[in-house]
């Protein structure tokens, strides 16, 4: 069973900058590198929405339109983590984020909430205006 441990979340002020961490371990599939990456977050009231992927070399990256331009997703399969660089914070990015990892043996990117089969616990954003 995957394992995610997301950290970073926080409260910042609009416009400024937070930067979201999720460690991965106990793989029952391969390594690391054979999951995609994706982050979500969900605001009181909301359904779960997508925000960022990642393919499981880094070299394919989605994002919704609400955080392009915005927010930057990378990984690092060495030390089994990805990020979520997030600049330019507005009060509507306020939510629960969720790190997500879905095994893709043919290096598809999963961009739905129900594609993905493992999670983490969750780091709330806050920005206030």
């Known amino acids: 069973q995957v394992q995610l441990a997301e950290s970073g979340g926080g409260l910042v002020q609009a416009g400024g900058p937070l930067r979201l961490s999720c460690a991965a371990s106990?793989?029952?599939?391969?390594?690391?590198?054979?999951?995609?990456m994706g982050w979500f977050r969900q605001a009181p009231g909301q359904e779960r929405e997508f925000v960022a992927a990642?393919?499981?070399?880094?070299?394919?990256?989605y994002y919704s339109d609400s955080v392009k331009g915005r927010f930057t997703i990378s990984r690092d399969n060495a030390k089994a983590t990805v990020s979520l660089q997030m600049n330019s914070l507005k009060p509507e990015d306020t939510a629960v984020h969720y790190c997500?990892?879905?095994?893709?043996?043919?290096?598809?990117?999963?961009?739905?909430?129900?594609?993905?089969?493992?999670w983490g616990q969750g780091t709330q954003v806050t920005v206030s205006s």
């Open positions: 106990g793989y029952t599939f391969g390594t690391f590198n054979n999951y995609a």
């Open positions: 997500a990892a879905d095994y893709s043996q043919f290096g598809v990117v999963a961009l739905r909430v129900d594609e993905y089969d493992h």
């Open positions: 990642i393919s499981w070399s880094g070299g394919t990256t």
